[in-house]
């Protein structure tokens, strides 16, 4: 079992900023994908950004240029730097980890997800 403990989460003033932090553990296998949803009230859960194991990352437009996600594969750690925070990034974030592991089945992981609150 795989398990994802999220931290960093809070509330800040519009402009401000957060880093959030996702720690995996368990029987992890690699390589392995890692990424940042969030969902807020009443809305499909959404892809902030992702990364793989080879540091190839991919990111929504809403937070292009304004987050940067990045890993530590010896903690198997992943983080969230989210700069220039605007009210509507306000959303429950979930860390998400997935692999393939032994013949080919596919493993998918969330955290519990950590509350960002942004104030205008």
């Known amino acids: 079992q795989v398990q994802l403990v999220e931290s960093g989460g809070g509330l800040v003033q519009a402009g401000g900023s957060l880093r959030l932090s996702c720690a995996a553990s368990?029987?992890?296998?690699?390589?392995?994908?890692m990424g940042w949803y969030r969902q807020v009230p009443g809305k499909q859960r959404e892809l902030v950004t992702s990364?793989?194991?080879?540091?190839?990352?991919n990111y929504a437009d809403s937070v292009k240029g304004r987050f940067t996600i990045s890993r530590d594969n010896g903690v198997n750690t992943v983080y969230l730097q989210m700069d220039s925070l605007k009210p509507e990034d306000t959303a429950v974030y979930y860390c998400?980890?997935?692999?393939?592991?032994?013949?080919?089945?596919?493993?998918?992981?969330w955290g519990q997800g950590t509350q960002v609150t942004v104030s205008a």
């Open positions: 368990g029987s992890i296998f690699r390589p392995n994908d």
């Open positions: 990364i793989t194991s080879t540091g190839s990352t």
């Open positions: 998400n980890l997935a692999f393939d592991g032994m013949r080919s089945q596919r493993y998918v992981y």
